[in-house]
């Protein structure tokens, strides 16, 4: 089916839709239903590590200590209080009131437990280095907890409020096989898992779950059911009669088309990622122009990112933004404004005294039929202007991967998501030297910055070697913050969402719904 041939679909739809009555909506049987195009089968964030499936099990669990995002401040949680005692030790004195989804107590038995399996040699997990700082877990009084690092690091209580979930002993420790869990959770957050199958989930509120504080506030709705609808455009034809309160797989068009009908609202959420772009300044390539720095610098000067913004976002005024390495609200984080600018005139200047006054060949490799794709376009007809003659090699996430493995990738242009509002989720992330994707563009003085900021305690010489690194970042164009990422969804006009954008990736939380 062509662009065209949806869009005319969707027009006569919506135009249907303004004429005709919706099915019975939702808030009167107190359910929010929403479908998903991906299927999620199990409820363990540990196992599902996808965006989806973090967003509903994290509406089941709870961590020890939270981050509010309006403070950008930890806060209890499951624990009541909590310190850092040294450079490798953190204590947590427990709530004394809080009970699982099944009635049982929560316990200092469960956190000690829990923490010591998935940092332990038997849990194979996908992200196993989130927990394998961890040294071993204490239990030092009847709720007092006292977790020991292997090595010090300034930033593992961010760890602590950020996927670190706490599951039940009494539950978990008795499976034979871990992988299970998720078919029945039993967590302490707000919502119970009622149903979890292939084609959809059911969630009840948890009428135990009294301690959110303003980290996790309850939501006003009682129930939700998430079910597996694979197209897109039965999702929509769906949502327009009715079937449906809310859609999170729409992209912006869908969106602010469907906006035009009053019963429904567009949402375009900021979230903690960005699209980026790094550049072959070690010639993995063999062929590679930017091994010369002017080449390099002449690109990060090419790149108008406000009018990306504009077309990625409708507004280049992003309540997420960033213009080097970092998010300014993000532990560590420090960088001069500015130092990355569009200056085209300069960018042909810089072409020329590299001796390419006529122009280069250089070549983007990213996603295809994705966002990041998409602004690839546009940057092309962007680097045209000055004599850059980008070709675009648009691929299937495997086939991209395999590329860049074998040292084929001139420009890299993809997403990250920190997952943490920690500088370690940039650090680890862009200058990880044995990381395959960083090679192409990763020296020592970089590497070494990085190394040092996630080792340094005091948060005055973090921050300042955030900067170093930051100016290095600049000075030298390796990693370019292309623009900052956002999620858009759409739901009907009796559902209200907190503004302001959000760290998960996913684009809110569930408790920033709630009727009207």
Avoid at 124 to 152: H, M, Q, S, Y
Avoid at 299 to 309: C, P, Q, S
Avoid at 379 to 384: E, K, N, R, S, T
Avoid at 499 to 510: A, C, K, N, S, T
């Amino acid at each position: 089916m062509t662009s065209n041939t949806r869009v005319a679909i969707l027009g006569a739809a919506l135009a249907l839709a303004c004429v005709s009555q919706p099915a019975v909506a939702q808030k009167s049987k107190d359910t929010l239903r929403m479908p998903l195009v991906r299927q999620i089968s199990v409820l363990d964030p540990f196992m599902e590590t996808g965006a989806p499936g973090r967003f509903i099990a994290d509406t089941i669990h709870d961590e020890l200590i939270c981050y509010n995002e309006q403070t950008h401040k930890l806060a209890p949680l499951l624990a009541k209080s909590f310190k850092q005692i040294d450079d490798k030790t953190l204590e947590f004195v427990l709530r004394d009131d809080v009970k699982w989804q099944d009635g049982e107590k929560f316990s200092a038995d469960d956190v000690t437990y829990f923490l010591g399996w998935a940092s332990g040699p038997q849990s194979k997990l996908r992200f196993k280095e989130t927990w394998a700082w961890i040294d071993k877990v204490e239990k030092t009084g009847p709720n007092t907890i006292r977790i020991t690092a292997k090595r010090p690091a300034p930033f593992y209580l961010m760890r602590m409020a950020f996927e670190t979930w706490i599951y039940p002993k009494h539950i978990h420790s008795k499976l034979a096989d871990p992988r299970l869990y998720g078919k029945a959770p039993v967590g302490t957050g707000p919502y119970k898992a009622v149903k979890v199958e292939k084609s959809g989930i059911d969630l009840a509120k948890n009428p135990y779950f009294k301690h959110g504080g303003d980290c996790k506030p309850p939501s006003n709705i009682g129930n939700v059911q998430i079910r597996l609808v694979a197209d897109i455009s039965s999702q929509i034809a769906g949502y327009i009669a009715g079937d449906w309160d809310l859609l999170s797989d729409v992209n912006q068009d869908q969106a602010k088309d469907l906006a035009k009908n009053p019963r429904f609202v567009a949402e375009i959420n900021p979230v903690m990622g960005w699209i980026f772009a790094t550049l072959d300044a070690n010639n993995i390539t063999g062929n590679s122009p930017f091994k010369d720095k002017r080449v390099r610098q002449a690109f990060f000067a090419a790149v108008d990112r406000k009018e990306l913004a504009r077309l990625y976002w409708g507004s280049d005024h992003l309540a997420f933004s960033t213009d080097n390495l970092c998010f300014k609200f993000m532990e560590g984080c420090d960088y001069a404004d500015n130092q990355i600018k569009y200056d085209p005139e300069k960018a042909k200047k810089l072409l020329a005294e590299a001796g390419y006054p006529n122009g280069v060949d250089i070549e983007l490799s990213s996603v295809i039929n994705t966002i990041v794709g998409d602004l690839a376009k546009v940057m092309q007809a962007q680097v045209a202007k000055v004599g850059f003659r980008m070709k675009l090699d648009l691929r299937a996430f495997p086939n991209y991967l395999k590329q860049e493995t074998e040292g084929h990738t001139m420009i890299r242009n993809s997403l990250h998501s920190p997952r943490i509002p920690d500088v370690v989720g940039m650090t680890n992330y862009f200058f990880e030297p044995t990381a395959p994707r960083n090679r192409y563009f990763i020296d020592t003085k970089s590497a070494e910055l990085a190394d040092a900021s996630e080792k340094e305690m005091d948060p005055v010489k973090r921050r300042a070697l955030i900067h170093q690194l930051a100016d290095y970042n600049a000075e030298q164009a390796l990693v370019l913050p292309v623009v900052s990422s956002a999620v858009v969804f759409t739901h009907t006009n009796e559902i209200s969402v907190k503004p302001g954008g959000r760290l998960e990736i996913f684009g809110f939380y569930m408790s920033d719904l709630n009727w009207k």
